[in-house]
């Protein structure tokens, strides 16, 4: 890992700084666009785990209804999910408020995308490994299929990543990043709205 973790983070201080200086008036309108189109929600917020698997409050931009069945469980994604959500995840407009959490430390600008805290215990021990590099807003899977990709290959990708760190890899990342933005690509998995659930490794589900 030739770069870690000086000159990542220095990296990762340098693009989420430069992002939040140029982007923070799209992202006071997004929240106002959204302020309005969810009746003042704005932010998703979710325990995820970081580096180490360590839990932190991870925040995007709402996508999503909070409409509820008469039982009192949330409506399947797809139910969910207004136009206006589709706008913002097809733009990755979702993902800028997470530029917050790379000046706090908690993620990286490029990484393995951090999951859900209940698949922690579904892992292979190597599959945990994604977790040894914090997790980042793009990453190795993001440019090479995202949610098209099956579970098993988002892993392979992401320990790929861990094996491989370094700053020609991110800038290669980076690039492939800003290429997919203006060509969105595996933004939901077939048949899906957003990324069907990990279920561990004895029954693998597509991403």
């Known amino acids: 890992m030739p770069y870690l973790p000086y000159g990542k983070r220095f990296l990762d201080l340098l693009l989420a700084t ?17 302020w309005l189109g969810f009746g003042g929600h ?11 698997g ?26 969910r999910l207004t136009p206006l959500g589709k706008f913002i995840r097809k733009t990755s407009l979702d993902e800028l408020p997470q530029l917050l959490h790379v000046l706090r430390g908690q993620m990286s600008v490029v990484g393995p995308r951090p999951l859900l805290m209940e698949y922690l215990p579904l892992y292979t021990p190597e599959q945990a490994r994604r977790h040894q590099v914090k997790p980042g807003i793009t990453g190795w899977a993001q440019v ?20 491989h760190v370094s700053l020609r890899v991110d800038a290669l990342i980076l690039w492939r990043t800003v290429k997919h933005l203006f060509r969105p690509e595996g933004i939901s998995a ?15 589900s597509s991403s």
Do not use: I
Not at 42 to 52: K, T, W
């Open 54 to 79: 360590k839990p932190f409050t991870f925040c995007k931009f709402v996508t999503m209804t909070q409409a509820r069945d008469q039982h009192g469980q949330l409506l399947p994604d797809a139910q």
């Open 18 to 34: 430069s992002a939040l200086l140029l982007l923070w008036p799209v992202m006071l309108l997004v929240a106002a666009v959204l």
């Open 42 to 52: 704005v932010l998703f917020r979710q325990q995820r785990p970081g580096l180490h």
């Open 190 to 204: 077939p048949g899906t709205a957003t990324m069907e659930r990990f279920t561990g490794s004895s029954n693998t």
């Open 144 to 163: 090479n299929g995202r949610n098209l990709l099956r579970w098993e290959e988002k892993f392979r990708y992401d320990l790929w990543y861990v094996e």
